[in-house]
């Protein structure tokens, strides 16, 4: 079953604050993704991360691999009204039985307002 | 993005009926994936595909089978649908390894009355 914790469930925040999420995991994950959902659309790639520590940056996003291997976390600087949407984030473990499949979080709903 | 696209887009069946949801995509991936999202559980894996004729179960496989006999087409079927089936579906494709980034096609909403 799902393993992942991830928070807050959602956010309401004026245009130009910060935004962070994380999620937890109970196991080790060799790679943490960051996916945005629009609505009505499919999830689209943010950010992967592969090694521990990992810091990536994509424009105003920015997320972090945990140093513990079981959390990431994904921060988006000056928010604007385009980046209202649920973020998941998803995880790999390295386990063989798993190879090749995702786990998701439930999601961060992000509301903007002006 | 690889050119998925998902058909049909919305769907409302009775219980009882069959179903088959197809996934198309014209990227030459090798894997394909069919999820369902669920308010609360984020994402979850019903099976995937490794290659023409390799399938394999997901975390919530009951109720569900699929089929590739090509590369680019990805079906899920529910023999028998019931209303906790009830979600959106969404295909997802990665090029050659399971730990490839896997792009998603844009769902489809399907009711079960």
């Known amino acids: 079953g799902q393993q992942l914790n991830q928070s807050p469930q959602s956010m309401f925040i004026q245009e130009g604050e910060d935004v962070s999420m994380n999620c937890t995991s109970s196991s080790i994950f060799n790679t943490w993704l960051w996916y945005k959902q629009d609505p009505g659309e499919g999830p689209v790639l943010l950010i992967a991360?592969?090694?521990?520590?990992e810091l990536t940056s994509n424009g105003r996003l920015t997320a972090q691999f945990g140093i513990t291997r079981k959390d990431s976390f994904l921060n988006i600087s000056a928010s604007i009204p385009s980046d209202v949407g649920i973020y998941f984030c998803a995880g790999r473990t390295p386990a063989t039985d798993s190879w090749g499949k995702l786990q998701f979080g439930a999601g961060t709903q992000v509301v903007v307002t002006p | 993005d690889a050119g998925i696209t998902q058909s049909p887009r919305h769907k409302v069946t009775e219980t009882g009926t069959p179903v088959t949801l197809r996934c198309h995509q014209t990227e030459n991936h090798r894997y394909m994936y069919w999820y369902r999202q669920d308010p609360g559980h984020g994402l979850r894996l019903i099976h995937y595909?490794?290659?023409?004729?390799?399938?394999d179960k997901g975390e919530v496989s009951d109720g569900y089978s699929v089929s590739r006999s090509k590369t680019e087409d990805f079906l899920l079927t529910l023999e028998s649908a019931t209303s906790s089936q009830t979600s959106v579906y969404f295909c997802?494709?990665?090029?050659?390894?399971?730990?490839?980034?896997?792009?998603f096609g844009p769902g489809t909403r399907l009711t079960v009355l």
């Open positions: 991360l592969y090694k521990a520590g």
């Open positions: 595909s490794y290659g023409v004729k390799d399938t």
């Open positions: 997802a494709t990665s090029r050659d390894s399971g730990a490839d980034t896997q792009y």
